[in-house]
């Protein structure tokens, strides 16, 4: 698997503009097929990306290419850098299926915060997963 190490800066800018590069390419529709495949193996084959934005151009991609476990998968070590939330990472499990992470970063949500809204999204997750 592929990690993005914080020591080499240098890698992660180039990686950082390749991968913009490739998706930029991707949304032009005549050569789409052969970069798409090109981000799916890049978005199989990360597993951690230590730089919270460019985690979030990962998980994009990764959603576009409708692969919205990746794209949990990137964004959840930055739930706390403020480039994602737990509401679209309960959204992100339960488009996979993943219930039981769906459920437990919504009860998460609900003990960091205890408030109504979090208690009523708690719920809304309980009735899906039932």
């Known amino acids: ?51 919270a934005e460019l985690a979030r151009k990962l998980a994009d991609a990764a959603i576009e290419l409708s692969m919205p476990e990746k794209g949990y998968a990137i964004l959840l070590p930055h739930l706390q850098s403020g480039e994602t939330s737990h509401q679209e990472l309960v959204g992100l499990a339960l488009q996979s299926s993943d ?22 999204s708690l719920l809304g997750v309980i009735r899906i997963i039932e």
């Open 99 to 120: 219930y039981d992470n769906s459920l437990k970063i919504q009860l998460d949500a609900f003990h960091e915060f205890e408030n109504l809204e979090q208690a009523k």
């Open 1 to 51: 698997m592929f990690y993005l190490k914080k020591t080499h800066p240098e890698t992660g800018d180039a990686f950082g503009v390749y991968l913009q590069l490739l998706i930029d390419i991707s949304r032009q529709a005549e050569r789409r097929s052969d970069v798409d495949a090109k981000l799916r193996q890049i978005i199989r084959t990360t597993d951690y990306v230590p730089e």
